[in-house]
C-alpha cells in the first residue's frame, strides 16, 4: 500500500465517524455567506501566495503547534496571502475542521480546504464550513470521479485546485477544462520530492490557467525559479510555520523583505 492509498483509508474512517445526515450538511451549505472569488484573488498579482495553516506532514512529522490557527491565518492576510490554505486531514497533519472553521472567520481572502477529497460528502461539508477552494488530487481519484467533483464543487460556488505530479495526471486534469492547476513536487506515494517536476510540467499548462507551484519551496531562489518554469501562485506551509516570523518569510519569498 502506497502512502497516498493508506491516508485515504484513513480519511474514510474518519469520515464516516463524523458524517451527518444530508438534510443537516445541506441546511449548513445553505446557511454560508456565498463563497469568495478565489479565482480573482489568485490572478491579482504577477506571483500569488496560498499560505498553509500546517501542524504536521507525512514527512516531516510534527513541524509547529499552531495553538491560534485564527491569528496565524490573520497574520498570513497581513503579508499579503492571496489565499489560505488549512489542512483538515487529522492523522497524518493534525488538522481538523476547527481549523478551517477558526481561520475562515478571521480572513476575507479565500480559503482551500486542504484534504484529501475522495467522498461527495466532504464537498458539502468543505462549503459548510466556509471553504471557497476545495483540492483535487489526481492520484486519488478515477477520471469520472476528477470530472464528477469538479463539476459538483463548481455547482456549490467553490473553486478547484487539481493537482498533478506527472505528465499523465496532467493531461487527465487537462481534460476537465480547469481554470487552476497546481503541480506538486511532491510524490503522494513514495514522498519524494524533486522540483524538476516544475520546470517539466509547469510550462504545458496554458498561461490563461492559474498555474500553482507547490511543495519544496522555501527559499527566494524556489519562488524565482518556480517563477521562471511559469507559475502564477505558490503554495507554501512549511517555510512559514517553522519560521518564527511568518510575516517576514512570506515577505521574502515575494522579495518585498
Known sequence: MSVLDSIIAGVREDLAQRRLPLAQIHESVSSQPK????YSFLRRNPMNVIAEVKRASPSKGDLAPITDPAALAAQYHEAGAAAASVLTEKRRFGGSLADLDAVRSAV???????????????????????????????????????KDFYDLSRELGMAALIEVHTHSELESAMEIDPVMVGINSRNLKTLEVDTQVFTELLPRIPGSLIRVAESGISSRADVIEAAQAGASAILVGEALVK???????????????
Open 35 to 38: 463563497p469568495l472569488d478565489a
Open 108 to 146: 476575507d481572502i479565500p480559503v482551500l480546504r486542504k484534504d484529501f477529497m475522495v467522498d461527495e460528502y466532504q464537498f458539502y461539508e468543505a462549503r459548510a464550513h466556509g471553504a471557497d477552494i476545495v483540492l483535487l488530487i489526481v492520484a486519488a481519484l478515477s477520471q469520472s470521479q476528477l
Open 243 to 257: 519560521s518564527g516570523d511568518p510575516i517576514s518569510a512570506m515577505r521574502e519569498l515575494l522579495g518585498h523583505g
